[in-house]
């Protein structure tokens, strides 16, 4: 099984869960710094999964 779970700064947990014939395309973008360092700005994450993506989602208290 293949599971992707998000975690946001909301309190909100989405969980996908698919089996391994899932097709995972992820796509990062990054910039170079003056220092000659990489930093990450983006990311993309594409699934096709024809046999069906099981989604569960999960609130919780949200604090700042």
Not at 45 to 60: P, S
């Amino acid at each position: 099984m293949i599971t992707i779970i998000i975690d946001n700064y909301k309190g909100q947990k989405y969980t996908y869960t698919m089996p391994d014939t899932a097709v995972i395309e992820m796509i990062s973008e990054n910039a170079f710094l003056t220092n000659g360092k990489l930093l990450k700005t983006g990311l993309t994450i594409g699934v096709d999964c024809a046999a069906g993506i099981k989604l569960e989602r999960e609130e919780r208290e949200w604090k700042l």
